[in-house]
């Protein structure tokens, strides 16, 4: 079974910044793509940053240019650090990943955007 701890959410004012980590462990031999979903309030979950094996990376439009996701395979851990951030960031923010046995989601973890 694949288990997934994430961490480094939390509060920040418009324009800071925050890293979120995710880190895999249990029976794993492969892990796929790494990835970082958000959802806010009434809406629906969206993607926001994947990483595949090889290191190639997919960002959603709204998070271009100021979040960067990266891998740390030794490690099993995922992370997106968000720079820039403004008010439409607030969301709880969930790490999937993706090995032999298929997708595995993370607990969420808070982000809030507010001055």
């Known amino acids: 079974q694949v288990r997934l701890v994430e961490s480094g959410g939390g509060l920040v004012q418009p324009g800071g910044s925050l890293r979120l980590s995710c880190a895999a462990s249990?029976?794993?031999?492969?892990?796929?793509?790494m990835g970082w979903y958000r959802q806010a309030p009434g809406k629906q979950r969206e993607l926001v940053a994947v990483v595949s094996t090889g290191g190639s990376t997919n960002y959603a439009d709204s998070v271009k240019g100021r979040f960067t996701i990266s891998r740390d395979n030794a490690k099993k851990t995922v992370y997106l650090q968000m720079n820039s951030l403004e008010v439409e960031d607030t969301a709880v923010y969930y790490c999937?990943?993706?090995?032999?046995?298929?997708?595995?989601w993370g607990q969420g973890t808070q982000v809030t955007v507010s001055s």
């Open positions: 249990g029976r794993i031999f492969n892990i796929y793509t």
């Open positions: 999937n990943v993706r090995t032999e046995a298929g997708p595995t």
